[in-house]
T-cell receptor
């Protein structure tokens, strides 16, 4: 099993550009999450999904959109990137909101 | 509402001495509690979890944590630090009725040879 994978691993964008981060899991998990990690702030939840076709906002959703068209994939979109979105992005999946989450290796995004 | 406070942002210990990383939580419901470790430029790995079974939880690599409801604490300990333990550690809380994890801001552990 590959677990949770993220594509790409690194990306540099210019302000105003758009991009999509892809998260894939092969554990048949219902729940999937997108976080961002910034120094000294831990991980903050951007959006999450409790099943195929569903999405919900987390703590810091502004400037991001998500889609969960297939159970195994969870996409995070930035429509118009800003320097404040420079961060490391982690995807995670789990069987419920109560049990452990399994994390991907992260995507390092820099917005110039 | 759920929240987590990690009481130390940085902890330094000498190799072979005990490790104590402190975590207090707040939860309106019966919580699940977790400790995750993150090595430099890596993802997060689960160390251990508490989900309302035994209050003393043993995890990987010799770590353990004790759930103390009266103190709303879930401190992480290890009897003897190893150089490979140097990493960032996150305490996390979730609730049975919730869909989300709530992360502490992390504790950076340095192990001095």
């Amino acid at each position: 099993n590959a677990g949770v994978t993220q594509t790409p691993k690194f990306r540099v964008l210019k302000t105003g550009q758009s991009m999509t981060l892809l998260c894939a899991q092969d554990m048949n998990h219902e729940y999937m999450y997108w976080y961002r990690q910034d120094p000294g702030m831990g991980l903050r939840l951007i959006h999450y999904s409790v099943g195929e076709g569903t999405t919900a906002k987390g703590e810091v959703p502004d400037g991001y959109n998500v889609s969960r068209l297939k159970k195994q994939n969870f996409l995070l979109g930035l429509e118009s990137a800003a320097p404040s979105q420079t961060s490391v992005y982690f995807c995670a999946s789990g069987t419920s909101g109560y049990n452990e989450q399994f994390f991907g290796p992260g995507t390092r995004l820099t917005v110039l | 509402a759920q929240s987590v406070t990690q009481l130390d942002s940085h902890v330094s210990v000498s190799e072979g001495t005990p490790v104590l990383l402190r975590c207090n939580y707040s939860s309106s419901y019966s919580p699940s509690l977790f400790w995750y470790v993150q090595h430099p430029n890596k993802g997060l790995q689960l160390l251990l979890k508490y989900t309302s079974a035994a209050t003393l939880v043993k995890g990987i690599n010799g770590f353990e944590a004790e759930f103390k409801k009266s103190e709303t604490s879930f401190h992480l300990t290890k009897p003897s630090a190893h150089m490979s333990d140097a990493a960032e550690y996150f305490c996390v809380v979730s609730a049975f009725t919730g869909n989300q994890f709530y992360f502490g801001t992390g504790t950076s552990l340095t192990v001095i040879p």
